[in-house]
Antibody, heavy 120, light 105 residues
Framework: EVQLVESGGGLVQPGGSRRLSCAAS????????MSWVRQAPGKGLEWVSA????????YFGDSVDGRFTIFRDNLKNTLFLQLNSLTVEDTAVYHC?????????????WGQGTLVTVSS | IQLTQSPPFLSASVGDRVTITCRAS??????LAWYQQKPGIAPKLLIS???TLQSGVPSRFSGSGSGTEFTLTIGSLQPEDFATYFC?????????FGGGTKVEI
């Protein structure tokens, strides 16, 4: 069974950092593009970042570019998102998602998400 | 690329035919997906590439369109279909979602 399990969320002060993890099972993350999508409480969906299947290409949304980093541990089949310089606008549930192919496209498998709350 | 969904809210009854529209601010060919989300649950992919129904998704769901205008149609609304629906484009970066359409009883 294809499964994604996120961890690492929690309460962070403005200006702080957090690292999110996503453990994948049932498939190999190096064969697919992987992304992070977030959803602020009561709001819609926002794509945050993606990494290609090769791992050579990374992509970021305008609101996080320069502050967030996406990377993976191929041996552990785990995806990461490093969040830096956090603001209250980054408060959201962060979902790890599997793409439908080698390059980012649609999202065919979603994790349940991990909540990041940025507050003083 | 901005995606505008309409309507944002839709009241319907079981058995109704429902159509949701997603308009893109520029042409995106067929690079559009549709998702269903129920409260407290992660979104579920319904349709990829504008009209390709995902395995296990009931055939009452269908997608059409290309370029800048797309539709998601539910042929006969069932009780389990009351949810929020989102479109998403993957033509160019940054990837983006529509604002959502909440289908209510």
């Amino acid at each position: 069974e294809v499964q994604l399990v996120e961890s690492g969320g929690g309460l962070v002060q403005p200006g702080g950092s957090r690292r999110l993890s996503c453990a994948a099972s049932g498939f190999t993350i190096t064969n697919y593009a992987m992304s992070w999508v977030r959803q602020a409480p009561g709001k819609g969906l926002e794509w945050v970042s993606a990494i290609s299947g090769s791992g050579h290409m990374t992509y970021f949304g305008d609101s996080v570019d320069g502050r967030f980093t996406i990377f993976r541990d191929n041996l552990k089949n785990t995806l990461f998102l490093q969040l830096n310089s956090l603001t209250v606008e980054d408060t959201a549930v962060y979902h790890c998602v599997k793409g439908g192919g080698w390059l980012p496209n649609w999202f065919d498998t979603w994790g349940q998400g991990t909540l990041v709350t940025v507050s003083s | 690329i901005q995606l505008t969904q309409s309507p944002p809210f839709l009241s319907a009854s079981v058995g109704d035919r429902v159509t949701i529209t997603c308009r893109a601010s520029q042409g995106i060919s067929s690079s559009l997906a549709w998702y269903q989300q129920k409260p407290g649950i992660a979104p579920k992919l319904l349709i990829s590439a504008a009209s390709t129904l995902q395995s296990g998704v009931p055939s009452r769901f269908s997608g059409s369109g290309s370029g800048t205008e797309f539709t998601l149609t539910i042929g006969s609304l069932q009780p389990e279909d009351f949810a929020t629906y989102f479109c998403q484009q993957f033509d160019s970066f940054p990837l983006s979602f529509g604002g959502g359409t909440k289908v209510e009883i």
